[in-house]
T-cell receptor, first 111, second 113 residues
């Protein structure tokens, strides 16, 4: 079963626009990560945010975490056609540290 | 450093057959996890191996099994294949069980006909 659920399921924007994806989860977490998957390929790790952190940046990516609302958001600024992919949030909890994935947001960036 | 290598990339099998998938983790990584990805269920955790021992297991039937060798390479086996086993099988390696960042292979696309 999924721990995290991404919203929206699909997002279509123009190059240069910002893309925001949200993730909600059910139980307390150790960490939350965001991954990207290009069509039918493996997942690539983007960013990790720990439960005691509120915001993290990496290049054009900005991730926020609100543990009181059990939610996170991923913002991609100045999107490019190459950002077209599915984006997944993954959480881990307890002592296993095994990431559990949501169903993902499919992002299409039109050139 | 070489990434996670999964073989084969594509497989077509017939219902009732069995299949073995292989995963070589990043050098030095001792934790290997397997996931099944389907359009309907998303990414589902199958199991994790560390130091040749299964450490965690997801909610899959006993037809799905795995093992890990002393060099950390892992294999996953599915017996008595069903049509619903058609999926992308992803392997992920982690440096240790206490580190959550996972590095994924390109996956094996299994089609059961």
């Amino acid at each position: 079963s999924q721990q995290g659920e991404e919203d929206p399921q699909a997002l279509s924007i123009q190059e240069g626009e910002n893309a925001t994806m949200n993730c909600s989860y059910k139980t307390s977490i150790n960490n939350l990560q965001w991954y990207r998957q290009n069509s039918g390929r493996g997942l690539v790790h983007l960013i990790l945010i720990r439960s005691n952190e509120r915001e993290k940046h990496s290049g054009r990516l900005r991730v926020t975490l609100d543990t009181s609302k059990k939610s996170s958001s991923l913002l991609i600024t100045a999107s490019r056609a190459a950002d077209t992919a599915s984006y997944f949030c993954a959480t881990d909890s307890g002592g296993s540290y095994i990431p559990t994935f949501g169903r993902g947001t499919s992002l299409i960036v039109h050139p | 450093k070489a990434g996670v290598t999964q073989t084969p990339r594509y497989l077509i099998k017939t219902r009732g057959q069995q299949v073995t998938l292989s995963c070589s983790p990043i050098s030095g990584h001792r934790s290997v996890s397997w996931y099944q990805q389907t359009p309907g269920q998303g990414l589902q955790f199958l199991f994790e191996y560390f130091s040749e021992t299964q450490r965690n297991k997801g909610n899959f039937p006993g037809r799905f099994s795995g093992r890990q060798f002393s060099n950390s390479r892992s294999e996953m086996n599915v017996s008595t294949l069903e049509l619903g086993d058609s999926a992308l099988y992803l392997c992920a390696s982690r440096s240790s069980t206490g580190n959550t960042e996972a590095f994924f292979g390109q996956g094996t696309r299994l089609t059961v006909v």
